[in-house]
């Protein structure tokens, strides 16, 4: 994981508020600290060191590839859009459909994905046809400036 987010041992260890240290992190990475020696605040400490959740942590610490019913992949998509502010949200959503639309297979029968046309309003709105949000502001595209 700290290859994958381009960070180094201490990168991590400040990120963890120094809970964590580079040693100890060069140590669980060189599997030279196994099993039951790393504690669960030392996981925690990493999962904070690498911007992750306690859940993905502990989940690849116990071998697995799943957190829950959701695939890593699927958990951290889900986590980082939590951690999004309300209002940037529909953005996010907006964006996955597209990607999805420029490269998903055919379209679940259950899946409704309503147009792409304002990235700024919310899915009510959108269902709607309006292009103001709910909020009374204009949303892209309505042609009114901000």
Do not use: C, W
Request: hydrophobic share 30%.
């Amino acid at each position: 994981m700290r290859h994958e987010k381009d960070l180094s041992q201490r990168d991590v260890e400040l990120k963890s508020g120094g809970e964590i240290s580079k040693g100890y992190i060069g140590q669980i990475e060189n599997r030279d600290v196994l099993g039951d020696s790393v504690t669960p605040q030392k996981l925690k400490a990493l999962a904070a060191g690498l911007s992750v959740s306690e859940d993905e942590i502990f989940a690849v610490a116990r071998g697995m590839n799943r957190v829950g019913e959701l695939s890593l992949d699927e958990a951290r998509v889900l986590e980082f859009y939590r951690a999004l502010p309300s209002d940037r949200r529909e953005d996010a959503l907006a964006h996955l459909e597209l990607q999805y639309k420029r490269h998903g297979q055919a379209r679940p029968q259950e899946m409704e994905l309503l147009p792409l046309d304002d990235f700024g309003a919310d899915r009510e709105a959108l269902a709607k046809g309006r292009k103001d949000k709910p909020d009374g502001k204009p949303g892209r595209n309505s042609g009114t400036k901000r």
